[in-house]
Nanobody, 125 residues
Framework: QVQLVESGGGLVQPGGSLRLSCAVSGLTLGRYAIAWFRQAPGKEREGVSCISPSDFSTNYADSVKGRFTISRDNDRNTAYLQMNSLKPEDTALYYC??????????????????WGQGTHVTVSS
């Protein structure tokens, strides 16, 4: 069956960096868009970034532009989210998701049918 497993979360001070990984099994990653979402306590789930399966085009939430970078390695069936210049507002449960799509990706959670369980990111001094 399809499985997405996130890793790389943890505690980091403001201004620090983390790289999240999403290991995917049970599907051919090159045929799916990959997105990262996050949800902080008391807040709604929001899309962070996504990357298309074809030309690797990307989308980013305004709050993370210039700080986060999404990437994918289809040969290794893994996607990544490099997070730099982290802020306390970035504290959340981060999880990845996959969607069958042939074009540009969007940060709409309804488009994604496969989800991981998430990894916690805490940004605090």
């Amino acid at each position: 069956q399809v499985q997405l497993v996130e890793s790389g979360g943890g505690l980091v001070q403001p201004g620090g960096s983390l790289r999240l990984s999403c290991a995917v099994s049970g599907l051919t990653l090159g045929r799916y868009a990959i997105a990262w979402f996050r949800q902080a306590p008391g807040k709604e789930r929001e899309g962070v970034s996504c990357i298309s399966p074809s030309d690797f085009s990307t989308n980013y939430a305004d709050s993370v532009k210039g700080r986060f970078t999404i990437s994918r390695d289809n040969d290794r069936n893994t996607a990544y989210l490099q997070m730099n210049s982290l802020k306390p507002e970035d504290t959340a449960l981060y999880y990845c998701a996959a969607s069958p799509t042939g074009g540009v990706c969007y940060l709409s959670d309804g488009d994604y049918g496969y989800w991981g369980q998430g990894t916690h990111v805490t940004v605090s001094s």
